[in-house]
């Protein structure tokens, strides 16, 4: 079974500054992949960030980077540089690796990230 | 590349009636699709996954006379609401398998009354 637990209902951030968002998860699949997505106003899901649980190095993309903790179950979002457009409600999750291939998703109950001007 | 639509994005519908929501992968061929549904505030759920010309699986707790998933081709994937209530008034997403990750949709709005 997986679960994927995210303890920040809300977060807010100043625009320009950093801001981390928390995710735990526990999983029975030997192999997994982790995600952060986005879901904004328009509820389209964007996928933010991806990480394959055997790679050691942490994924970064762009101003988005995560530090994960195998041992801990720990998957955490930092966003450096906050804009407006950022805003969003963010969801963490994860899935099986089947041979490359992504298995069914499972999602965290989101942390609503503010973004201040 | 690698888009995937859906078709209404809002539909309304009365009490006791069906209503078809269609999933489609626009430039890429998906052998595996999932449903997921996303009350107010609240997560995704999954409800089923589709694999072309076979039975959806579908999640515990989700009926599966109720929500009828049909994935006739390697395009698209149906998500049939029969004999609809108002608490299955809801956002519907989809997603298709492409290249080992999972592609949204932009979901579809179902409102009972």
């Known amino acids: 079974a997986q679960t994927v637990t995210q303890s920040q209902p809300e977060m807010s951030v100043q625009e320009a500054e950093t801001v981390t968002l928390s995710c735990t998860y526990d999983?029975?699949?030997?192999?997994?992949?982790l995600f952060w997505y986005k879901q904004p106003p328009s509820r389209q899901m964007i996928l933010v960030i991806r990480?394959?649980?055997?790679?050691?190095q942490n994924a970064t993309e762009n101003r988005f980077s995560v530090n994960f903790q195998k041992a801990a179950k720990s998957f955490s979002l930092k966003i450096s540089d906050s804009q407006l457009g950022d805003a969003a409600m963010y969801f963490c999750?994860?899935?099986?690796?089947?041979?490359?291939?992504?298995?069914?998703?499972?999602f965290g109950k989101g942390t609503k990230l503010s973004v201040k001007p | 590349g690698a888009v995937v639509s859906q078709h209404p994005s809002w539909v309304i519908c009365k009490s006791g009636t069906s209503v078809k929501i269609e999933c489609r992968s626009l430039?890429?061929?998906?052998?595996?699709m999932f449903w997921y549904r996303q009350f107010p505030k609240q997560s995704l759920m999954l409800m089923a996954t589709?694999?072309?010309?076979?039975?959806?699986?579908?999640e515990q707790g989700v009926e599966k006379d109720k929500f009828l998933i049909n994935h006739a081709s390697l395009t698209l994937s149906t998500l049939t609401v029969t004999s609809a209530h108002p608490e299955d008034s809801s956002f519907y997403i989809c997603?298709?398998?492409?290249?080992?990750?999972?592609?949204f949709g932009p979901g579809t709005r179902l409102t009972v009354t």
């Open positions: 999750a994860s899935s099986g690796n089947y041979g490359g291939s992504q298995g069914n998703l499972i």
């Open positions: 999983t029975s699949e030997s192999d997994y992949y």
């Open positions: 990480q394959e649980a055997y790679k050691q």
């Open positions: 430039d890429f061929q998906a052998t595996t």
């Open positions: 589709s694999n072309e010309g076979s039975k959806a699986t579908y």
């Open positions: 997603s298709a398998s492409f290249t080992g990750l999972q592609y």
